[in-house]
């Protein structure tokens, strides 16, 4: 079946560039997302990617999705301690419902000073 | 422009004990409505998702429901909490077609301790 993986925990010091990493299996995923979850809060959608583009780019956010090795990551340049929280990466089927959105395990990102 | 609330925030109830979490949207009509439960440390998991009044998809056994009584309103329901329901929970919501994306929104979550 469907599954996305992503690595637990990231530690990048405060100004470096993060980069976090998602797999999924799925190959007619036609949406994939990445959404942030701050400390006790709900989640919140970051940006998104159409399966047929490469990169897109939000100020500081860069996605990048791989779709031959079905490899997607977020890319946090000049990361700062308001960046800290859980970073989950999600996808969708083509043709499916948003009930079949299939979140991955998120990444915790911690920002050393 | 589309807000979702859900309360209570944060709930403490003992074993044995009803729940009922409530959920509501604003700004949208007729849109798909979930409830998703994040286990500390863990993922999130889909427990109901809903396309119509009344009309409610579960997807894991346990002893929680969920029912839609007006449009734009989800509830999440127990009976009997067991120790293993504690856990944040989430209501999200999406529009009723695939044309945008299919991207959730969600509210801010409860978190619930079952002693």
């Known amino acids: 079946g469907e599954d996305v993986e992503q690595s637990l925990f990231l530690s990048v010091r405060e100004g470096d560039s993060s980069v976090i990493n998602c797999t999924y299996t799925?190959?007619?995923?036609?949406?994939l997302y990445w959404y942030k979850q701050e400390p006790g809060a709900g989640l919140q959608l970051l940006t998104y990617?159409?399966?047929?583009?490469d990169m897109k780019q939000d100020q500081r956010l860069t996605v990048l999705l791989n779709k031959k090795d079905k490899h997607l990551s977020l890319r946090i340049a000049d990361t700062q301690t308001g960046d800290s929280a859980i970073y989950f990466c999600?996808?969708?089927?083509?043709?499916?419902?948003?009930?079949?959105?299939?979140f991955g395990s998120g990444t915790r990102l911690s920002i050393r000073p | 422009s589309q807000t979702i609330h859900q309360w209570p925030a944060t709930l403490v109830q003992p074993v044995g004990s009803p729940l009922s979490l409530e959920c509501t949207v604003e700004?949208?009509?007729?849109?798909?409505l979930y409830w998703y439960r994040q286990a500390a440390g863990r993922g999130l998991q889909l427990l109901f998702y809903s396309v119509g009044i009344g009309q409610i998809s579960s997807e894991v056994p346990q002893n929680l429901s969920a029912s839609r009584p007006q449009d734009r309103q989800f509830i999440l329901s127990s009976k009997k909490l067991l120790l293993s329901d504690s856990g944040f929970y989430l209501c999200?919501?999406?529009?009723?077609?695939?044309?945008?994306?299919?991207?959730?929104?969600f509210g801010e979550g409860s978190w619930l301790t079952v002693v």
């Open positions: 990617i159409f399966s047929n583009m």
């Open positions: 799925d190959s007619s995923s036609t949406y």
């Open positions: 999200a919501w999406s529009p009723p077609d695939s044309h945008s994306g299919n991207t959730i929104y």
């Open positions: 999600a996808e969708t089927p083509r043709g499916g419902s948003a009930s079949k959105i299939i």
């Open positions: 700004g949208t009509s007729n849109p798909n």
